[in-house]
């Protein structure tokens, strides 16, 4: 069937008509529609029964509003087109000056009662109140609405995913005998028109297909349209606020091989880094919507660099305990050879006082030659004086051997790494090379999955 539209566009005229009956009130007191007649409002407007009312209907989607994946809505702006034939309307327009179409009350007619499945919320603006009448009997409806309904999202993909969305229009009561849904075939250019209407939010508008059913409503046959819109998401945004965030974390955590494994630097900057991607995961569960039939790829990348994360922080706590481990058996070993050269010391110092203590004695000793004891005495002194200076350059030489020991002991660490530490740096490269490795092969998976996998 031709549209309707076009149809009653091509309407005869003629400018001879009787004078006196050019306006729209003589017209809808020739219909008897000036006060609520009965006829026009409570049935279906045929004449006999047995006679299926055709509505022809056409959706256009005027914008995207908004997309919920949370609680999974689907709003868009759209406009509804509907027709259909009242066998009790009819008159000549050359009866009334060529008039062939006119506007009256919504509530003066009958109308179909189309409802839509998905919607779950309805519409706050009031509909349009007037709908437009033909000399031939088609009643045009168009209204618009801004459509809240449900929609099912697969956020496998999310953010290049492609969501469809189904609206469904059907009666809430009739049988398919009584009222039988039809798609207007209209002008291929609305389609193309729909798709170049901007839209408000991050969708893109890529196809809508019409699909006529019939489906079994509690126990009779309904008609049923079926719109599929297609579209798909902007990811740009996602991109660059979520999932290089991410990459350039696991980049720096990975650069932290660079920093030294001694003190707690490299530590800190870990556990900064880990709880930074934590704070990114948060943020996408507030996002997705937690029903989904599949893991999201994107949980799928947080949760794989957080492992790889939380991977290098076990190892790098595992490599300063060794290192740990090494530093606390050099500090004893050092412990134990000052303890030692302590009682070296100490015997020196015991030895050299006896001998000092000897001389005094044998100084002491009478001499054959019957020396007087004012030289006794002197001699003794000066004997004295001499053996306490010796005693204090003593001491201040082993003082100094002391500290170039010390000295040469540290220098000969620094050179020769202790048993732990070389375990330790063999650890880091290795697990170094396999970092590398896995993370390499993580995201180049992932990456390929995104770009090749089915929309789920």
Partial sequence: MPSIIMYLDILPVNSDSSEGKCGYQDVLNYLNLTKNNDLYTMARPVINYTTTTNVYLQMLVHSIL?????????VPYIWIYMAWQNEHIYWKP?????????????????????????????????PSPYIRIFWNGWVVRLNDMVLVSTCKMQVYKFPFDIQSCNISFKSAIHHVKEIQLVQEISDPSMSEWSHDLPTVYEWLLMRMNTTTKSVNTLGFEQSTIVYTISMK??????????????????CLDLSSFLISDRGGEKLSFKVTV????????????????????????????????FALMMLSLLETILVMHLMEKDSASQDEANKDQSLSEDCGDKRGK?????????????????????LLSVAKEGSSSKLMEDSHALEKLSDDLRQVEKTLTVLLNSRKEEGKPGYWTRVAKIINKVFLFV??????????????????????
């Fill in 66 to 74: 908004d997309v919920k994946e949370t609680d999974q809505t689907f």
């Fill in 435 to 456: 970092y590398v490795t896995v993370a390499s092969l993580f995201l180049v998976c992932i990456f390929l999955k995104w770009i090749y996998a089915a929309d789920e």
């Fill in 233 to 250: 998401r902007r990811s740009l945004l996602y991109v660059v606020n979520f999932l290089l965030p991410v990459l350039f974390f696991l």
């Fill in 350 to 370: 015991v030895t050299f006082h006896n001998c000092s203590t000897n001389v005094c004695d044998v100084s002491t000793g009478e001499t054959p030659s019957g």
């Fill in 274 to 305: 880990l709880l930074a991607v934590t704070v990114l995961q948060l943020i996408l569960n507030e996002i997705l919507p937690s029903s989904s039939n599949r893991i999201p790829l994107i949980a799928t990348y947080c949760i794989g660099s």
């Fill in 94 to 126: 050359e009866d009334f000056c060529g008039l062939s179409s006119m506007s009256v009350p919504i509530d003066r007619l009958w109308r179909p009662d189309i409802t839509i499945e998905e919607m779950t919320e309805m519409d706050k603006a009031p």
